[in-house]
């Protein structure tokens, strides 16, 4: 059985940092590996990606104040989030892919609350 299990979210201030993490199970050979987020009243949307090579990929609202990371050998990523601003209030949700006979299979957490206070 698949499990993606998050951990790290919570209250912070604006300003403070937080830093989520994501360890996959019952799984092998993760292609990329991403964080999602939603607000309340909002589209689930990309925050940040990396491939298994370690190629990543940021949304523009989020760029040089985030950074995802990934331990292939603990099927394991990071996001360290900084400079948290109120606008990053939502459920972040961690993500990985894997093909399996030429179909992508895509697999999500439960999702962790991230409230930033002003």
């Known amino acids: 059985q698949v499990q993606l299990v998050e951990s790290g979210g919570g209250l912070v201030q604006a300003g403070g940092s937080l830093r989520l993490s994501c360890a996959a199970s019952?799984?092998?050979?993760?292609?990329?590996m991403g964080w999602y987020r939603q607000a309340p009243g909002k589209q689930r949307e990309l925050v940040a990606g990396i491939t298994s090579r370690g190629i990543t990929n940021y949304a523009d609202s989020v760029e040089g104040r985030f950074t995802i990371s990934r331990d292939n050998a603990k099927n394991t990523v990071y996001l360290q989030m900084n400079s948290l601003e109120p606008e990053d209030t939502a459920v972040y949700y961690c993500?990985?892919?894997?093909?399996?006979?030429?179909?992508?299979?895509?697999?999500w957490g439960q999702g962790t609350q991230v409230t930033v206070s002003s």
């Open positions: 993500n990985a892919e894997r093909w399996i006979t030429g179909s992508k299979i895509s697999y």
């Open positions: 019952g799984i092998s050979s993760i292609s990329n």
